[in-house]
């Protein structure tokens, strides 16, 4: 689901929650163009390297970090693109946390079954069976779940906006106003 209409196309948030869209960074190059063309050639193959994609939460969307030209070529062939995609993980100080909570939970099912055990005899499981597999569901995801991504407001303000996006854009007049909605 690629978002077009490059410089001013929209992702639509109403429809679902967990957006599927892909948003290019630049225009997309024309299926005509040379390093398409060359690009279609291994999309018809399988050969074609990957897209890099970039989850960013507060879009709700992927962006395309490296790949245009890749993606265009997988599209005119009607090919599914090889994608890789980066996303946030839980930062370096929060796992100390997250993995006391995950034995935690663990120790505290296995003395539950214990006393159930107890309670009721040897036909009572100990608790590995059900309390193990969600210890390593929780350990692994600490590793790889996803994680909103951060974002830092630009020293300077608006004002180093506008003049970041008129060297960027080469535009001398006064850069448009950030957009607030």
């Not at 879009?59 to 996303?87: N, T």
């Not at 055990?117 to 995801?141: C, F, I």
Request: charged share 25%; proline share 10%; glycine share 10%.
């Amino acid at each position: 689901m690629l978002v077009e209409g490059h410089p001013d196309g929209y992702i639509d948030w109403f429809l679902h929650s967990g957006s599927w869209e892909v948003l290019p960074l630049r225009p997309m190059p024309d299926a005509e163009e040379g390093r398409v063309k060359a690009y279609r050639k291994q999309a018809r193959e399988g050969t074609l390297p990957p897209v890099l994609l970039w989850w960013v939460s507060g879009l709700d969307c992927h962006l395309i970090l490296d790949g245009h030209a890749r993606l265009a070529a997988a599209i005119a062939e009607s090919v599914e693109p090889p994608l890789l995609q980066l996303h946030r993980t839980m930062p370096g100080d929060e796992p100390a946390a997250g993995i006391d909570d995950a034995v935690g939970f663990y120790a505290s099912e296995l003395a539950r079954f214990a006393r159930l055990r107890a309670a009721h005899g040897p036909t009572v499981p100990d608790g590995t069976a059900s309390a193990g597999p969600r210890l390593a569901r929780a350990l692994h995801d600490l590793d790889t779940a996803e994680r909103p991504t951060w974002a830092w407001p630009l020293p300077g303000g608006e004002t180093e906006w506008r003049r970041i996006a008129r060297e960027v854009t080469g535009n001398r007049g006064p850069a448009p106003a950030p957009d607030r909605g």
